[in-house]
């Protein structure tokens, strides 16, 4: 085996992984320019394997879209509108809590709840949408508000980051989700979400909520204008966050969807890409404990092969997903817990239904 990752020219990057050393920014450079994937795969196994051994996760979710009114507006998305958009939609408090109480019966684990950047919604808005899920459902999880949001809920509430953290922990906040990172690269900023908080600042958000003991994950948006070493930035900027706070949870690579978005020209992204995605991040960020193949976004197929090449987690039932679907995505909405299994096991691994913080439920 090894003597195949020598003839790609991968010798000296299997070594450092084979010892869990570091990769540096230009071997993930190199990674993503070898033709041969089935080498980048394998490396990428190594570190799934000594990580999480055979096991694949997945979680009984529901996504809930509180509105996708914005006012950022980024190149990129086809979710967020304007106040003003005959497809603009807002959802009162009690419309949340009917979408919880509608699947009441489902033994869901985690609510996943992410909206834009309202220009007028008050800050007793979104703690009542906690409140209202907890009352409903005492013992789900909220994962919610993604750092840019809680960035401008800091801003609205005049609680500045740490104390929005606290009184949303308060109101029944779990953790936070992984959204709204793109690429950090302040030329990207600049050329496809000019007015999205900066890199810096979601890194801030991200740092102070693991100081206060809440988890986050991590994502990339990629397969737009980005340049590899932008890619590789965005990973070693998230590598070296981790290592002082020891916060994130997951990593999750999203695969660009250009339909109905300002960057509509542009191709979707490829499986190859896809799978070099999941396989970079798994080889490069040594210090997460998960990678996310993403169904939703990268299809069911090209996800239960992604558990080859790296990734450990395919995320869940989901449920309604927005955000990817009005871009154009043509997965299912949802997946059932015996779809996810079936796909799980025919991968070879052996699934486990986790709750957010990666706590076993079910075990297979
Ligand atoms: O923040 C926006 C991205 C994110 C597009 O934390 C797009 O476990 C592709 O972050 N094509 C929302 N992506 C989704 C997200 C997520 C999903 C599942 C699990 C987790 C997690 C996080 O989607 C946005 C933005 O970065 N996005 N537009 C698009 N056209």
């Not at 540096?24 to 190594?46: C, H, K, T, W």
Request: proline share 3%; aromatic share 8%; net charge negative.
């Amino acid at each position: 085996m090894d003597s195949f990752i020598k003839k790609a020219g991968l010798g000296d990057i299997l070594e450092k992984v084979q010892d869990g050393g570091r990769l540096s920014i230009e071997d993930g450079i190199r990674l993503f320019q070898s033709p041969d994937l089935l080498a980048v795969g394998y490396l990428a196994n190594i570190v799934r394997e000594r990580q999480n051994s055979n096991y694949a996760y997945f979680i009984y979710n529901q996504h809930i879209n509180y509105s996708n009114i914005c006012t950022n507006l980024c190149k990129f998305c086809a979710f967020g509108k304007d106040k003003d958009s005959d497809q603009a939609y807002e959802m009162r408090v009690n419309e949340v809590r009917a979408k919880v109480r509608e699947r009441l019966s489902e033994p869901i684990s985690e609510i996943h709840m992410v909206g834009g950047i309202h220009p007028d919604l008050p800050y007793t808005y979104y703690t009542d949408l906690l409140k209202v899920i907890k009352e409903e459902r005492p013992d789900v999880h909220i994962q919610a508000f993604t750092c840019v949001e809680i960035a401008h809920l800091a801003e609205i509430s005049g609680l500045g980051t740490a104390g929005v953290l606290e009184d949303l922990k308060k109101a029944g906040l779990g953790s936070i989700p992984g959204g709204g990172a793109e690429v950090f690269s302040p030329r990207i900023r600049e050329l496809t979400c000019e007015k999205k908080l900066s890199g810096q600042g979601w890194l801030k958000v991200a740092k102070t909520a693991h100081k206060l003991g809440l988890h986050t994950n991590a994502t990339m948006l990629y397969g737009h204008i980005e340049t590899l070493e932008e890619r590789l930035e965005h990973l070693n900027m998230l590598r070296q966050a981790q290592d002082e706070t020891g916060g994130f949870l997951a990593f999750i690579p999203l695969a660009f969807h250009p339909k109905n978005t300002e960057l509509s020209k542009l191709s979707r992204t490829s499986g190859i890409d896809d799978l070099k995605n999941i396989a970079v991040a798994r080889c490069f960020l040594d210090n997460f404990p998960h990678i996310k193949a993403y169904w939703v976004m990268i299809g069911q197929k090209l996800s239960q092969i992604a558990l080859s090449f790296g990734a450990d987690d395919v995320d869940g039932t989901v449920k309604e997903e927005i955000i990817t679907h009005m871009a154009g995505a043509e997965t299912e909405q949802a997946m059932s817990r015996d779809q996810l299994l079936r796909l799980i096991k025919e991968a070879g691994r052996t699934p486990v239904e986790r709750d957010t913080l990666y706590n076993v439920i079910n075990s297979y």
